[in-house]
């Protein structure tokens, strides 16, 4: 069905975000308990995902944030967290982009419980671990880890809503 890991060509072909705002690199895996690309809610709860985001002193955040100690936005390590969230809906997307041709938007619609333990700055891979903790039809809650190697740098709790949408654009 699809290949993993996911290159940076293959996240551009499912997620609308754009340099500066793509915030995930490489996909290394998805895995479940169940079916990946099975449609019923219950068999989404505790599908993981792994992702990267490598960082360089080119990031534009790292110019005004700071410019003598420059360190990765939370907000932005946050974002980088539903970015890898949204792929736990990849197998399931693309059966349904073969089957239907739907196209898909996530949206980001809570974050509880963030704590930032490090910071995160140029020359690190952030390594995003994210997993589904509930699922009620497209709206999903993922317990999400950010790490750099094996330090624990921040965490969170997110949901979003992932949902179909038509090929149509309305203006």
Avoid at 30 to 41: A, K
Avoid at 98 to 106: A, C, D
Avoid at 132 to 148: E, I
Wanted: glycine share 6%.
């Amino acid at each position: 069905m699809f290949e993993l890991p996911l290159s940076i060509k293959d996240i551009l072909g499912v997620i609308p975000h754009r340099y500066p705002f793509l915030l995930v690199d490489r996909v290394l895996s998805i895995t479940g308990p169940g079916p990946l690309d099975d449609d019923n809610p219950k068999t989404k709860i505790g599908i993981k995902v792994v992702g990267l985001k490598n960082l360089t002193f080119n990031e534009p955040f790292f110019q005004g944030h700071f410019p003598d100690a420059p360190v990765m936005p939370g907000v932005l390590i946050i974002e980088a967290m539903a970015q890898v969230a949204s792929f736990s809906m990849y197998p399931t997307i693309v059966k349904k982009v073969k089957e239907q041709g739907e196209s898909y938007q996530t949206i980001l619609v809570g974050v509880d419980n963030v704590r930032f333990r490090s910071p995160v700055t140029p020359g690190d891979v952030l390594r995003l671990e994210v997993e589904v903790t509930h699922c009620r039809s497209y709206l999903m809650s993922f317990a999400c880890k950010a790490y750099v190697t094996e330090k624990l740098v921040a965490e969170a709790d997110i949901m979003a809503n992932i949902y179909p949408v038509s090929k149509k654009k309305v203006i």
